[in-house]
């Protein structure tokens, strides 16, 4: 059997929809969100700015499954993270070994997180909204830290300094929750 390390695997994609439309619908019961321009948000959102991520289990030689998403949006120096899911049962059927070693890199939300900041770590920081408890605890052991701003999450990469912080957070907070 391989092992849970080899059984995962993360992909960037322009859209997941393909992959993760069902995923995100049992999860948030609302429609997928398909890079697009004006998708709702305060602020312009060209395809070309977005970032999704989604995250296989392979269960045989022949079928993988996708258990996790996540999509980020750039903004300026920013990246807005949103829509962070995982398949529900999705632990509960994990052969043992595999959910301990999932457990241990801190189960599927971190490790798309991780692996996503490899990449789009060409920012000053990432910004998520967050209301959900079981979320904001992966959050802030993936380097979320909070603002004065409820649900409003952020994780910097390049911290400017504490007044162009504050002045960021602030400009964040007026998009409204993403």
């Not at 992909?11 to 619908?25: H, I, M, Q, W």
């Not at 997928?32 to 321009?37: E, K």
């Not at 007044?163 to 907070?173: G, H």
Request: charged letters at 20%; a negative charge.
């Amino acid at each position: 059997m391989k092992t849970f390390n080899e059984s995962i695997c993360i992909v960037r994609t322009e859209s997941a929809a393909y992959f993760a439309s069902d995923l995100f619908l049992e999860n948030f019961g609302s429609p997928f969100p398909v890079p697009r321009d004006n998708c709702g948000l305060a602020i312009p959102t060209p395809p070309e700015n977005w970032r999704q991520y989604v995250a296989f289990y392979r269960w045989t030689d022949l079928y993988f499954e996708p258990v996790g998403f996540c999509n980020f949006i750039r903004f300026g120096e920013v990246y807005l993270e949103g829509g962070m899911c995982v398949k529900k049962g999705f632990y509960r059927r994990l052969p043992k070994n595999h959910w301990r070693e999932c457990k241990d890199r801190g189960g599927i939300a971190q490790i798309l997180m991780e692996e996503a900041s490899k990449v789009l770590n060409d920012c000053t920081a990432w910004f998520g909204y967050c209301g959900d408890k079981m979320a904001y605890v992966v959050d802030k052991r993936a380097g979320y830290v909070d603002t004065h701003h409820q649900h409003l999450i952020v994780k910097w990469f390049a911290p400017p300094s504490t007044e162009q912080q504050y002045e960021l957070i602030n400009t964040i907070a007026e998009i409204g929750p993403f």
